[in-house]
């Protein structure tokens, strides 16, 4: 097989190709050269055209709709506030990958958008090198990382990690850092203190979709499948049982969905699942999404904790929506149920007081 045709199979990708975070380190190793310089060729029309990069988005294979609801999110905002930009998006996968051929694409004045989540630190390596590998790349572009939930563990190979990220973040002309909660939010301004620091919530609080749906007379339980659950398998049992005693009906479901979210079918697939959570009475999830998906439907939530401050925090953004609530151990979820059941149901315009400002502070800063 010819160098130019391996480097076509590469940019097509096939079936049997490994996760991408096996490159993050070697992403200008010769043998990616060919595969980089295609990449420039493919896309050489944009080397004049004024755009926004837009990095580390999920690739189709990341098949949490959480993720691909910021995307769908995200891009919504930046037609609204940056219209004046064509949007370029570089998913997860490919961003590693292609870093170079973005870089032989990309003018001084573009700037770059990073994706939200909750990967910035030692949990999320593949996110956190990637994101590390922009901010190394780009030094004379404007970079601003999206609402990002931060958390670098207190063990050894935490505090290493969290120091590179210090010295390669600090090292940027013209890094924002928008932190996605309060505990974020005073974390960067202690360690990435060379960097502008904000703070919004979640982008898919930005979202508003009518659903004409019966009421459904159940509790859609909506739980985590991974180590970021602190409920074991007799936890899910007990709050299983619980219900079943208390003659409370429910479904079972979780945002991380069977098959691979292909990003044209991003906002049919994630209205899909949202109609699941506006057709239910009440939700119960430890999902930082489903929360989210609860506020967004206007249904009544009761929250569970997971391993580190992504949903305390997340519930402080809600503390004038008295339908959403935090139950401190799996005893408090039927009292909590009821209090939610009938609690004022407030609503915010998350737009008007976060999202709006949000795009009128990084104008300024592009």
């Known amino acids: 097989m010819s160098v130019f045709n391996k480097a076509r199979e590469l940019v097509i990708g096939s079936p049997a190709e490994k996760p991408a975070q096996i490159v993050v380190d070697t992403y200008r190793s010769a043998t990616h050269y060919p595969v980089n310089k295609l990449y420039e060729i493919q896309n050489r029309d944009l080397r004049t055209e004024k755009k926004i990069l837009y990095g580390i988005t999920p690739s189709a294979r990341l098949r949490n709709i959480g993720d691909h609801a910021q995307a769908v999110a995200i891009h919504k905002w930046i037609k609204e506030h940056f219209g004046e930009y064509a949007v370029h998006e570089i998913d997860k996968h490919d961003s590693n990958r292609y870093i170079d051929g973005l870089e032989s694409i990309t003018r001084p004045e573009d700037p770059i958008f990073l994706h939200s989540g909750g990967n910035m630190g030692d ?7 990637a994101r590390r590998n922009y901010v190394k790349t780009f030094r004379n572009n404007p970079i601003v990382s999206l609402p990002q939930t931060i958390y670098f563990s207190d063990t050894e190979e935490g505090r290493k990690q969290l120091q590179k990220s210090k010295l390669i973040y600090n090292s940027h002309p013209d890094l924002t850092i928008v932190a996605r909660d309060e505990y974020s939010y005073h974390f960067a301004m202690e360690h990435f203190d060379d960097c502008k620091v904000l703070v919004a919530p979640d982008f898919v609080l930005s979202l508003s979709y009518d659903f004409e749906v ?5 509790i859609l339980l909506c739980l985590r499948r991974d180590e970021e659950s602190v409920l074991t398998e007799e936890d899910q049992r007990q709050i299983k049982a619980s219900f079943e005693q208390s003659n409370v009906e429910y479904t079972v479901y979780d945002t991380t969905l069977p098959n691979p979210i292909q990003k044209e079918d991003r906002e049919e697939v994630l209205k899909s699942n949202l109609k699941k959570f506006a057709k239910s ?5 430890d999902r930082f999404h489903g929360i989210i998906f609860s506020v967004v439907t206007g249904r009544p939530c009761v929250a569970l904790e997971t391993v580190d401050h992504k949903i305390p925090e997340s519930i ?4 004038d929506l008295p339908q959403v609530q935090l139950a401190s151990n799996l005893d408090e979820v039927l009292e909590k149920l009821e209090a939610v059941r009938h609690a004022s149901q407030n609503t915010i315009d998350w737009n008007e007081r976060h999202f709006e400002p949000l795009a009128e502070e990084i104008h300024e800063r592009i």
């Open 281 to 285: 009475e009440l939700i119960v999830t």
């Open 214 to 218: 019966e009421q459904e007379r159940e």
């Open 123 to 129: 949990r999320g390596m593949w996110s956190e090198q």
């Open 316 to 319: 402080k953004w809600f503390a």
